[in-house]
């Protein structure tokens, strides 16, 4: 199996090795987007783009005017779905913002690039229909965990004046467990499915392709996450900081890579009340 090759990231990165338990936090995750879709209004599976997975769950703000947290899942772009990540929305709707929970095409029937833009589209599909989400348009902001990090620091490093739009239309962001150097991913199996070269890798590393101005970021990573995960935040934060740009690190005592996403809207933790305060909430 993949998993038993002798590669030189592998234990940096293969979490589900270190955690063999990994199937009890998807099934908290399951257990509470359900509660948080029942509890919540909520729009789901509406389309944002015509491609596979270009889907997203939306729920409305409250009020009108109100903010807008956009959340992407993770999986190492080639597994898991929207459906088991609506818990994130349950602090934010209480706190009076909007929420969205992003689908994406998943590796290896597609490529890095190919996610990466998607994600790139839904966040102006989310700019123009804010008015579904009593949103403001100009309070856009993301998150997301794992490879939903990364997807996240792909957002905040976008051209968006290139693409038309307003060079701020991300307001902040805060990846959680994030990678922002790939380098790393091409020599551990994942890459078996995500397929990356050595020029993919680098074209789609945040770290490597630093915008000319950045938003606010809140980099969070779980204190127990292995080394490489440390690392990788802590970087990127400090790569952030070194353009003049702001940065929170968020180092979480006694939290590992499959329970830190669990705070993340969680009402009352201390991550929730961080991202509401980078919000104006």
Not at 40 to 59: E, S
Not at 82 to 94: I, L, M, N, Q, T
Not at 195 to 203: F, N, P, V
Not at 237 to 245: D, P, V, Y
């Amino acid at each position: 199996m993949n998993e038993q090759r002798d590669l030189p990231q592998e234990a940096g990165y293969n979490l589900r090795k270190r955690h063999p338990e990994f199937e009890d936090y998807f099934a908290v995750w399951e257990a509470d987007s359900v509660r948080v879709r029942e509890a919540l209004a909520c729009t789901l599976d509406v389309r944002y783009g015509p491609g596979p997975n270009m889907t997203a769950d939306l729920f409305p703000a409250p009020a009108g005017g109100a903010p807008i947290q956009v959340f992407i899942h993770g999986g190492y772009w080639r597994a898991m779905d929207k459906d088991v990540h609506s818990f994130p929305a349950e602090g934010f709707v209480a706190a009076g913002a909007a929420a969205v929970s992003l689908n994406y095409a998943l590796a290896p029937a597609v490529t890095l690039d190919t996610i990466v833009e998607q994600c790139r589209t839904a966040l102006e599909w989310v700019a123009d229909n804010a008015g579904r989400l009593n949103g403001d348009p100009g309070r856009i902001f993301v998150s997301g965990h794992s490879a939903g990090g990364h997807l996240t620091a792909m957002m905040l490093c976008t051209d968006w004046a290139a693409r038309g739009r307003p060079a701020d239309l991300v307001k902040g962001g805060t990846p959680i467990s994030g990678i922002f150097d790939l380098a790393p991913i091409l020599e551990t199996s994942i890459n078996d499915d995500v397929r990356l070269d050595t020029e993919s890798a680098a074209r789609n590393s945040p770290i490597h392709n630093l915008p000319a101005a950045g938003a606010p970021l809140i980099a969070v990573v779980g204190a127990e996450e292995t080394p490489a995960f440390v690392a990788q935040n802590r970087a990127f934060a400090e790569a952030w900081q070194a353009r003049g740009f702001e940065a929170t690190v968020m180092e979480i005592e006694g939290l590992h890579h499959f329970n830190v996403v669990s705070e993340m809207g969680r009402p009352g933790s201390a991550l929730t009340q961080a991202v509401l305060a980078q919000m104006g909430l």
